[in-house]
């Protein structure tokens, strides 16, 4: 079985992050990009599979800057086969359908049985793009799982919303999102990290993988604006002096909270 496991790399929740009034964009460096952990749980999943069947490959591939290849060699270390970095200029500030377009065509090159990926990533929290390239591929998507069993017959896991637990099941080939209920990742060993050293990472672009960013008759989300964030104020204080009630009620109304 191949397993192909969407990676973003993403600014450390840990540290504060900041957009560029210039760019719209959140600011990215080197020393604080880190994979997002939601993403570090599929990839566990696909090597608890490696771990029964020494024959599954497990393929770790991200759209990401070029400071991304560090924390890709985190993904390898934690025992991933090989690497698969799409990098490009014209994927700066990339919206999800040209993410999940540039992220299908890859997939497409690279081959796989199943899809594997976090529902929603830390820094967009769209939680699209999996079913995006589901609908590119023609795929059936079984997303937003809290479970999930990877066989070569087909997928299967559990999807827990507010009316119902649901149980999901899809033949192969397929798209799945795990979210953070699933399994934490494991740590790299120091076998893992020497061992990730001579791992390859496959770097393409988007010349390689046909895609035009630019293309005029495909959908794409524009930045028409940046503003900073304007100062808090002190908010409104209401005393009770025979119509709170009323006034409270004509705030809400105004700030259309109501």
Not at 79 to 100: C, E, K, M, R, S
Not at 214 to 230: C, G, N, V
């Amino acid at each position: 079985m191949r397993i192909l496991v969407l990676m973003k790399v993403v600014p450390d929740t840990y540290v504060d992050r900041s957009l560029s009034l210039e760019t719209g964009l959140a600011v990215r460096t080197s020393e604080e990009a880190v994979l997002d952990e939601v993403d570090e749980r599929a990839l566990e999943a696909a090597l608890t599979v490696l771990d029964r069947d020494p024959e599954t490959e497990v393929i770790v591939l991200a759209m990401a800057p070029a400071l991304a290849q560090s924390s890709l060699r985190k993904a390898l270390a934690m025992g991933a086969t090989h690497a698969v970095h799409v990098v490009d200029d014209a994927l700066v500030g990339a919206d999800v359908t040209l993410t999940a377009e540039a992220l299908a065509a890859a997939a497409r090159r690279v081959g796989f049985d199943v899809i594997a990926a976090g529902n929603a990533s830390t820094d967009g929290g769209g939680g699209a793009v999996p079913a995006a390239m589901a609908e590119l591929l023609a795929l059936p998507a079984a997303t937003f799982l809290s479970e999930l069993e990877l066989t070569a017959e087909g997928v299967s896991g559990v999807r827990v919303t507010e009316a119902a637990t649901l149980r999901i099941e899809a033949p192969l080939p397929a798209v799945v999102s795990v979210t953070e209920a699933m399994p934490a990742p494991r740590m790299p060993n120091f076998k893992g990290l020497m061992a990730a050293k001579k791992k390859a990472i496959e770097v393409l672009s988007l010349a390689d993988l046909g895609v035009d960013a630019l293309d005029p008759e495909a959908s794409r989300a524009i930045m028409i604006a940046i503003r900073e964030r304007p100062p808090r104020s002190g908010g409104v204080r209401i005393v009770d002096e025979g119509d709170a009630g009323e006034r409270l009620a004509a705030f809400l109304v105004e700030n259309r909270l109501a």
